[in-house]
């Protein structure tokens, strides 16, 4: 069962455009991370939102967790080439375990 | 100076094959993972040990066995390898089992011919 939706699955603007890309849930998380994934590489991890209606900022990407902690956002303002690359969002269940759901990611290309 | 780091990059096998990936790590971190990342990008959770003992063993065929001789290494052996085995295999790290942020190594490449 697929837990986190993200939308939209592939995404190719130009340079210097905005975009927002979306990860949403019918669960409750305890928190909920965004990673990138460049080709050939692992995710690295850009942020983790933990309170609902957190919002973050790094540089140009906005981040915001959900008041019901159920879905995420995030905000690229003026993206450029330099963010293209496979964004995944995933949520912690909490406790003990560790264990990550992730969503299946948005390819983002950003053409100059 | 890399923080998890996986061998090989690549393995290319024939169906049947047994082979094995490794995994270290130099964080001083607790707990590792292996993931498996298939051709449409979807990441999923294998397995997960804190401390060299097993947590997490998602619903993943007994031809999958991961060994962890001590905290900084998580290695994964897979038996009688099949077709739809083929992947990218990542492993990663986290101070504890309910830490939230994991970092991930550089992944393998596994293709079964």
């Known amino acids: 069962t697929q837990l986190l939706e993200q939308s939209p699955q592939f995404l190719s603007i130009q340079e210097g455009e905005n975009l927002t890309v979306y990860c949403n849930s019918s669960s409750v998380f305890s928190s909920l991370q965004w990673y990138r994934q460049e080709p050939g590489e692992g995710p690295v991890l850009l942020v983790t939102?933990?309170?609902?209606?957190e919002v973050k900022k790094l540089k140009r990407l906005t981040f915001q967790f959900g008041d019901a902690r159920k879905d995420s956002s995030l905000h690229i303002t003026a993206a450029q080439p330099g963010d293209t690359g496979l964004y995944l969002c995933a949520g912690h269940r909490g406790g003990s375990q560790g264990n990550l759901i992730f969503g299946k990611g948005t390819k983002l290309s950003v053409k100059p | 100076d890399t923080a998890v780091s996986q061998t090989p990059k690549y393995l290319v096998t024939q169906m049947g094959n047994d082979k094995s990936i490794k995994c270290e790590q130099n964080?001083?971190?607790?707990?590792m993972y292996w993931y498996k990342q298939d051709s449409k990008k979807f990441l999923k959770i294998m397995f997960s040990?804190?401390?060299?003992?097993?947590?997490i063993n998602e619903t993943v065929p007994n031809r999958f066995s991961p060994k962890s001789p001590d905290k900084a290494h998580l290695n994964l052996h897979i038996n009688s390898l099949e077709l739809g085995d083929s992947a990218v295999y990542f492993c990663?790290?986290?101070?504890?089992?309910?830490?939230?942020?994991?970092?991930f190594g550089p992944g393998t490449r596994l293709t079964v011919l």
């Open positions: 964080l001083g971190h607790d707990t």
């Open positions: 939102v933990v309170t609902g209606g």
């Open positions: 990663a790290s986290s101070q504890g089992p309910a830490s939230t942020e994991q970092f």
């Open positions: 040990y804190n401390n060299k003992e097993l947590i």
